[in-house]
């Protein structure tokens, strides 16, 4: 019979973690962080909090979807977990090559966009998050490995790793949008700023990924 002080101290390890690869997740440029920071540089922050709002339709639609859908594959397929932990290791590996590669950029380097009512925004946002398989990929893969290590209802701790998950997104691309256009004329005249964040963020994952790699086979 397992310990429980041994469960609860694996259990609480596991949740650190999350948190660690969450915070690492939201500060890692995508489509959706490089609309919202577009939106805010030419429109201004309204604008990019607008979108943001739009964004949060695909962080919603995505939680639900995989936390049900978590619960039927673990009852119908029990070892789907080693294939969904490998998925997600070579997503953060992906990751970590988009900021490591030669020629890579920072997220601060966008392109000026045109003007767009609020809610061409809004919708933008959310077209944009709903069809970035991006986000799909982490929800289908990294929570069912967290969720796995915390016990109880699967579909309870699902959505509520996906919750912390999605809050850790929208505070970041929440300041992303606020402080987006100051922020990229300040690293406009210091390059190597941007390149020490875009190593620094593509070591972190790539050691992630490795990790990952070993616990599931472990």
Known sequence: MPDPALTSAASASSFYAFLAVCSLLAITPGPNMVYIMSRSIAQGRTAGLTSLAGV??????????????????????????????????????????????????????????????????????????????????????????????????????????????????????????????????FLATRPHLMTLQRWFMGSVLLALAARMVVEAFA
Do not use: C, H
């Open 56 to 185: 949060m339709v695909g962080y919603l639609f995505y939680m639900f979807a995989a936390a049900f859908g978590i619960t039927a594959l673990f009852v119908r397929m029990p070892f789907a977990m080693l294939g969904l932990s490998i998925a997600g290791a070579a997503y953060i590996a992906y990751l970590a090559w988009q900021a490591l590669k030669p020629g890579g950029r920072s997220p601060f380097e966008v392109r000026a966009l045109t003007y767009e009512p609020p809610r061409r925004l809004f919708m933008m946002g959310a077209t944009t998050s709903l069809l970035n398989p991006k986000l799909a990929m982490i929800f289908l893969t990294l929570v069912p490995q967290f969720a796995r290590d915390q016990g109880g209802s699967i579909l309870e701790t699902s959505m509520r790793l996906g919750s912390i998950m999605i809050l850790a997104f929208a505070l970041v691309n929440g300041t992303v949008a606020i402080g987006a256009g100051s922020t990229a004329k």
